[in-house]
């Protein structure tokens, strides 16, 4: 199959991307395994507050020293 444009294969033609989706582009219902009200309060990314806590400073220290390793 010959090339329409020069230098451009023709299979990249009609490549195009999706438009970006957004949480409320997606259907809760049709996946009732999901919890809705969870991943929109992780989606909030609220929980990130919380590092600071002293409960937390364990896990990030261990996940520091395994991303050192």
Known sequence: MAHR???RPTHSLG???PDPWT???FDFTA???VDEKL???LATLRFLDDIGNPGYQSL???LR???AA
């Open 5 to 7: 444009h020069p230098g």
């Open 15 to 17: 490549a195009t991307l």
């Open 23 to 25: 949480l409320n582009d």
């Open 31 to 33: 996946q009732p395994g």
């Open 39 to 41: 991943i929109r309060d």
């Open 60 to 62: 990030w220290s261990a």
């Open 65 to 67: 020293a395994t991303s």
